[in-house]
């Protein structure tokens, strides 16, 4: 006989209790926990988990982060805990989306973790090429300027010409540099690959330190390297990435 309207049926209560322990197991994870880390830590059947981790999104209880790869709890957990109910984190992905719409650049989010350029967002429209040149030889592409521009002890004691373009004088760089600081946008015309411009604006933490970067890129010619309005919806993106609201 099936439970009557108002009664719990058989499997709820396993189901609650299973929900239960994946919430647990994000708030002893920490925000940015994957699917897959969250489903062992609450010894729970990869494909269970993943059902209800989509559904205590879609309620509220957790939401997603950054590139969409881990997990925090939301504001309803939140608030069952009695905690001040803070923000709900910024979903990257979306803001992006939004500003990729607007412009018809390939929009790209990177991340500096120490000397290091990792890209974590890439725009799907838009292919972006020699990466691992951009990794290596910061002083030439605008992602790298504005690395070295808040980590100028990271800037090499001599500069490798990538193409007949590229800044290979350390006086004009480091002069190029100190224009990053100032103006808050860095440029590149032609110096990672022929053909192909650049405009990046830093990504601050609630600390105002740079953690990475947003970068216009587009053919030379077409996206104009000086162009204000692009500067600025970059920026006004990037303040909204940062988790910093725009004056």
Do not use: W
């Amino acid at each position: 006989m099936g439970a009557r309207a108002g009664e719990i049926a058989g499997h709820e209560p396993r189901a609650v209790q299973k929900a239960l322990a994946l919430l647990e197991a994000v708030a002893q994870l920490g925000s940015g926990a994957t699917a897959k880390d969250i489903a062992a830590h609450a010894g729970i059947p990869p494909a269970t988990a993943y059902r209800l981790l989509n559904l205590l999104t879609a309620d509220g209880y957790l939401v997603r982060i950054a590139d969409l790869s881990g997990f925090a709890l939301g504001r309803r957990t939140r608030q069952l805990a009695g905690a001040d109910v803070a923000p709900d984190p910024v979903d990257h992905h979306a803001v992006l989306e939004e500003l990729r719409e607007q412009v018809r650049f390939g929009i790209h989010l990177a991340s500096f973790a120490g000397s290091r350029v990792r890209f974590v967002d890439r725009d799907p429209d838009h292919e972006l090429s020699g990466e691992n040149t951009i990794a290596a030889h910061l002083h030439a592409s605008a992602i790298g300027k504005v690395l070295l521009a808040s980590r100028p002890e990271l800037v090499p004691p001599s500069l490798r010409r990538v193409t007949s373009s590229t800044i290979t004088d350390l006086g004009a760089l480091r002069g190029e540099l100190d224009a990053v600081r100032h103006t808050g946008s860095a440029r590149e015309v032609d110096e990672v690959r022929v053909g192909r411009s650049a405009v990046a604006v830093p990504v601050h933490d609630a600390q105002n330190a740079v953690t990475g970067c947003l970068a216009a890129i587009g053919k030379t010619g077409r996206l104009a390297v000086d162009d204000p309005e692009l500067t600025d919806l970059l920026r006004s993106c990037a303040a909204r990435v940062g988790g910093r609201v725009p004056a």
